[in-house]
């Protein structure tokens, strides 16, 4: 190896964010999406799991006027410029709460390696793959 080459050590994590409350009423929702976030910049391979209340966080048309809060929901929609492109979604917790996959928020990204096609983030997965994706993690995280 001659000194003009270098030595890549740097040592990717897969990250997995579990959301599992509502997101309003609490602190975790928007706490998750701000780790999320920072950690994102540190290159890091970062995907999102939301499960039980959780999966209230990407129903689309939210509306926040009535209790006062700022509708941060938006800004799930920007992950994808972060190279977040992974959001995973229990069927069952949707199932549980009378929601289907058409009241989720669309998120897109746009996918580098296919001539930049735009393709879905959200991924919708039953209890048993949840499971498996959760223990492929190096690091998980609850919020």
Do not use: C, H
């Not at 039980?52 to 990407?58: A, F, I, P």
């Not at 209790?67 to 992950?79: D, E, H, V």
């Amino acid at each position: 190896m001659s000194m003009d080459e270098e030595i890549d050590t740097e040592v990717v994590k897969k990250f997995l964010y579990v959301n599992r409350k509502a997101p309003y009423g609490t602190i975790y929702a928007l706490e998750s999406l701000e780790v999320v976030l920072i950690s994102a910049a540190f290159d890091q391979d970062v995907s999102l799991a939301f499960l039980d209340d959780g999966v209230y966080q990407l129903v689309d048309g939210q509306d926040t006027k009535a209790i006062g809060m700022k509708n941060f929901s938006p800004t799930y929609r920007a992950l994808g410029d972060y190279e977040i492109t992974k959001l995973f979604v229990e069927k069952e917790s949707l199932d549980e709460r009378g929601l289907t996959e058409d009241d989720l928020m669309e998120i897109m990204y746009e996918d580098e390696d296919d001539d930049w096609a735009e393709k879905p983030s959200i991924r919708i997965v039953s209890r048993d793959e949840m499971a498996a994706i959760m223990a492929d993690q190096d690091v998980v995280l609850s919020f």
